[in-house]
């Protein structure tokens, strides 16, 4: 992690800003209002690839408005809902993807700017909260 930093701080000119947002391990009601909740700082997050622009597949059901379920739970439709619907025209689709697992570090309180103060070509000017995450801007002290 340090050694990412060093990196970016490589890439600034002298005077030049880093942002870095870090997801937050504190997630409670308290601190977020964010979904994530981790059981741990090192986790696997369940992640989709999707390609920009391209839509992935509708139950043809709900893409056609079919019938609401009668009492015996049939629709009004004769197609499954599950069918895959042809697109709309000029409109690409996707089946639904695999989940992946991404591997992901959770930051605590201050940790972020501990790793910071390791790099000494780097200033914390700014360090907050947003919505789930811990963020700093830092900027390149000129050598």
Known sequence: RVLA?????RLLRPGGELLVYCWSYEQDDEHSRSRHRFEA????????????????ARPRAAAEGAAAPSDSGETGSASPATA???PAEGEAWQPELDVQ?????VYREGELLELLSA?????????????GNWCAIARKVAS
């Open 5 to 9: 930093l060093r990196e970016a701080a």
């Open 41 to 56: 700082q090192d986790v696997l997050v369940p992640w989709k690839h999707r390609t920009p622009g391209v839509k992935k």
């Open 119 to 131: 790099v000494p070509e780097l200033e914390v000017v700014e360090s907050y909260f947003d919505t």
């Open 84 to 86: 895959e619907p042809s």
């Open 101 to 105: 697992q991404r591997y992901c570090h």
